[in-house]
Structures are given as C-alpha cells and as structure tokens.
C-alpha cells in the first residue's frame, strides 16, 4: 500500500498593502469620535457647575435684597459642615494611606493652607461686592485665569499651545462684551464706597481661588477626590466657624427667621455642596484651567433668570457673549495640553489624563498600532 506523502505547508499570504493603512485610518476615526465626543462631554459638565453657581447667586441675592440678610460666612459654613459631614466621615472609615487619622499625620499644615486658602477666597470676592462696583468684580474676577495658569506651569508642568492662548483672549473677550452689556442695561448702579480697596479684594480672592484650583487638580489626579473634599470640609468648618463667630455673630442674630429664609439657605447650602462634590470629577477628565473658562457663563445664567425674578433688562450683547465664552472653551478644548514632568519626580503618578492629556495618549497609541500590525 502506497504511503501517502505529506501535505505540504501552505504559502504565506501576502498581506493586503493597504491592511496597516486601513486599520490607521479606522484608528484615526474612532480617535476624532472619542475626542469630540469628550470635548461635548466637557461643554455640558462646564455648564453644569455654571447652574450651580447661578444657583448659589440667585439665593444670595434674593437674601440680601429681599430680606436684608448678608451672611456670605454663614452660607459658606453651612456648606463646609456638609462636606465635613460626608466626605470626612467617609475618610475615617478608610483603611491603611486614605484614612482621615494617617493623612492629617502626613499632611495636616498642607491642608489648613488649603482649607484657609479656600475659605478666604469665597469671602473676599464677596465682601468686595460692598467696596467696589460690579463691572469691577466682574473683570478683575478673570484675574485668576492667567494666575492659574501660571501657577499649572509651574506646579503641574502644563505646557499650552499657542491655541490655548488664543482661546483664553476668546473668552476674556466674551466677558468683556457681558460687562459692555451691563452697563448698556443699566445694571452698574453702584459706585461703591472705596473702589480700590473692593479692587484689591477681588484680586486678592481670584488669586486665591487660582491657588485652591491648582491644589484640587493636584490632589484629585494624584490622590484622590475623597481626600481633597473630606479635608477642605474639615478644616473649611474649622476656619470658617471661627471666622464666623468674629464677623457675623451680630448680623446673624439681626435675622429675622422665617421659612422663606431657611429654605433659601437650604437651596444655596445644596447648590454650593453640589458644585464642591461635581468639580473634582470634571477636573479629572479635564483641568482646572478648562474649568474656570467653562463657568464664565455662570454670571449669563444669573441674567437671564434675573430677567424674570428681579426685572433686569435684556441685551443682545448677553447672548453674544454667551457665544463667544462658549467658543472659547471649545476652542481651548479642542487641542490638548503637554504635560512636561521632570525626570526623577517624587509626585506619585497619576492616575487620570484627563482630555488634555488623552489626545496625546491616543496619538502616541495611533503611532505603535500600525508599526505593531507590520
């Protein structure tokens, strides 16, 4: 009987020439539906915080025009005692690095700065209200976007484009054009009472809200969300309590308490909590920069429910502006940052690249995929 002969091996396919360049271009298209899909995530998490301080404006303003209760300290202490409440708590539960008892060991005078820092900041920008005019407030509030800026460079290592320059003067601009707008509707009635020193105020309450950001974006990308909350709530009561008990101990026993007042406080309290529990999670799939570009429309939302709960005049030139901050963002978005880290670093890695970094993550995947698939 014949023995059958082996079966020989099968030759090689070639492979298709444009096999690696179609698996490119898929790659490219999935990458340009990820990045726009995150840019629009971005817009409408922005937006959000932006409700939640129009929120936080509209309850004070109705309290102070029509009750006559100013108690920006109160309205902040509340909203600490809540921060303390959930996410301290939830720290001391927390075993081994993230628990409350083993961070204040390591780095308790880092987070009284932190938590002075922030209290400060909400206060000065407040108590300058009573100085200075608001056109004032309002640009001299932007202030903080170059000093975050600045301080991203040096303590975070961002690199900006020159795209990212432009996108800030976008917005800048737009900001501008809402205080023309302002003016225009007559709302600038108040000349204020010592004009440079409700100035330096502001300046010195953006400056300290630059410095809280930066921190936050630190702490959230490099350790975690649960800790910068349950700290700043820790020591924000603390500072704040005290502060509180120095500066508005008359004004709030003047309050003459009814419902309407306590559900205001109530509504502030929650929309102030909400901003403070969201931010974190925005600035870890983007910066603090992007942020703060994103919430410029806050003080458009606050117009235009004041067109019907406090008969503000409308202008054009509020939706202009509107469009123009929110091409800005979107133009500041559209491009990510470099981030620059030393060579030999202590900081501990991170753990979130947010959209600034994720173009580039995925531009240097696009690069090792067809090299691989050859």
């Known amino acids: 009987m014949e023995a059958a002969s082996p079966a020989e091996p099968a030759a090689p396919q070639p492979r298709a020439p444009g096999a690696a360049g179609g698996l490119g271009s898929l790659l490219r298209g999935l990458k340009g539906q990820l990045f726009t899909w995150n840019i629009l995530k971005t817009v409408a998490l922005g937006q959000m915080l932006s409700l939640c301080i129009c929120g936080t404006a509209i309850t004070s303003q109705y309290l102070a025009e029509r009750y006559r209760v100013n108690t920006p300290m109160l309205q902040s202490f509340i909203n600490y005692c809540l921060l303390l409440l959930f996410y301290t708590v939830m720290l001391a539960f927390q075993s081994g690095s993230d628990n409350l008892l083993h961070i204040l060991k390591r780095k308790w005078w880092k987070y009284i700065l932190l938590g002075l820092a922030d209290v400060e900041a909400n206060y000065l920008i407040v108590r300058a209200y009573q100085y200075t005019t608001l056109t004032s407030v309002q640009l001299l509030d932007c202030f903080g976007i170059p000093v975050l800026m600045a301080l991203s460079w040096f ?6 484009r ?11 601009l737009g900001v501008g054009t809402m205080v023309g707008a302002d003016i225009l509707a007559g709302r600038e009635d108040n000349s204020g009472s010592d004009v440079l020193i409700g100035d330096i105020l502001v300046l010195l309450g953006a400056s300290l809200y630059a410095v809280s950001n930066v921190c936050e974006e630190y702490i959230v990308k490099k350790l975690s969300r649960q800790e910068f909350l349950g700290m700043v709530g820790l020591f924000g009561t603390i500072i704040s309590g005290i502060q509180l008990s120095i500066v508005e101990c008359k004004d709030i026993a003047s309050i003459q308490w009814d419902w ?8 502030f309290a929650l929309c102030m909590f909400c901003l403070y529990s969201f931010m974190p999670l925005v600035i870890q799939v983007t910066s603090a920069t992007s942020v703060n570009l994103g919430i410029l429309t806050a003080d458009l939302y606050s117009l235009f429910f004041g067109l019907f709960l406090f008969g503000y005049k409308f202008s054009g030139l509020y939706l202009l502006s509107f469009t123009v901050i929110m091409v800005g ?4 978005c559209s491009t990510p940052t470099r981030t620059a880290e030393p060579a030999e670093s202590s900081v501990p890695p991170v753990t979130s690249i947010g959209i600034d970094n994720l173009g580039l993550k995925l531009e240097e995947n696009l690069q090792e995929t067809p090299s691989a698939a050859l």
Request: aromatic share 18%.
């Open 155 to 160: 303590v975070l290592y961002a690199r900006y």
């Open 162 to 172: 020159v795209i990212h320059l432009i996108a800030v003067a976008v917005c800048l």
């Open 260 to 267: 309407k007042i306590a559900l205001l406080f109530v509504a």
């Open 329 to 332: 963002f979107v133009l500041y």
